[in-house]
């Protein structure tokens, strides 16, 4: 699976971006995808994923104002990102995994492959 994220930029304070992941490969719809981010000097972070079954999860500080979701036609998964913050700037990256779990996968190990990153840069 190849993975290509893009729609990353620069967006002010409480400003929107849509991130879109679109996946190679003809069993999209089987996978569960993750969006991570990355910030300069930190370790990546869980920010969302979605399950094959459509279920979301959020991290806590993206929660309310994040959505993630998945069109299986198109390969596409899409992380819309409203009321930006700042503290929101970071490379954001989308990963697949192959496990059929429906539960919350919030661990990088958790993910099978990856996406290249898109950089968000948030101006206060």
């Known amino acids: 699976v190849q993975l290509q994220a893009s729609g990353g930029g620069l967006a002010q304070a409480g400003g929107s971006l849509r991130l879109s992941c679109v996946a190679s490969?003809?069993?999209?719809?089987?996978?569960?995808m993750g969006w991570f981010r990355q910030a300069p000097g930190k370790e990546r972070e869980f920010a969302g994923h979605i399950t094959w079954g459509h279920s979301t999860y959020y991290a806590d500080s993206v929660k309310g104002r994040f959505t993630i979701s998945r069109d299986n036609a198109k390969n596409t998964v899409y992380l819309q990102m409203n009321r930006l913050k700042p503290e929101d700037t970071a490379v954001y990256y989308c990963a697949a995994s192959n496990s059929l779990r429906l539960g919350s996968m919030t661990r990088v190990g958790d993910y099978d492959y990856w996406g290249q990153g898109t950089q968000v840069t948030v101006s206060s």
């Open positions: 490969g003809r069993t999209f719809g089987n996978y569960n």
